[in-house]
């Protein structure tokens, strides 16, 4: 079970950061975020184990879009800090 999340995590997660350069990085942040949170209804709601493993890969998908933006969020506004007019902007 652990891998069906891992393999599209590890697999998307440069796919994430390109969409977050592409796309507002904040956009593709609550799309990810979206998308764990109704993975994570699908996999507590499961029937089958099948819904549960196809839930847990879209857990995945949407934990690798978190993680990049979230990353790519977090080094703006390090470097951005000591800029009051830029601080909270990610164009």
């Known amino acids: 079970m652990p891998a ?3 393999l599209p995590l590890a697999g998307l997660l440069l796919v994430g950061g390109a969409l977050g350069d592409v796309y507002d ?3 593709v942040f609550g799309m ?3 998308g764990f949170c109704t993975a994570a209804l699908v996999c ?3 029937p089958n184990p099948g819904l549960l493993i196809a839930g847990r890969l ?7 879009l978190m993680i990049a933006a979230a ?3 977090l080094s703006f506004l ?3 800090r000591n800029k009051p007019d830029q601080r909270g902007r990610t164009r």
């Open 4 to 6: 069906a999340f891992l």
């Open 25 to 27: 990085r904040w956009r």
């Open 32 to 34: 990810g975020t979206a």
């Open 44 to 46: 507590a709601l499961a």
């Open 58 to 64: 879209a857990q995945g998908a949407g934990a690798a």
């Open 71 to 73: 990353a790519s969020i």
């Open 78 to 80: 390090r470097w951005n």
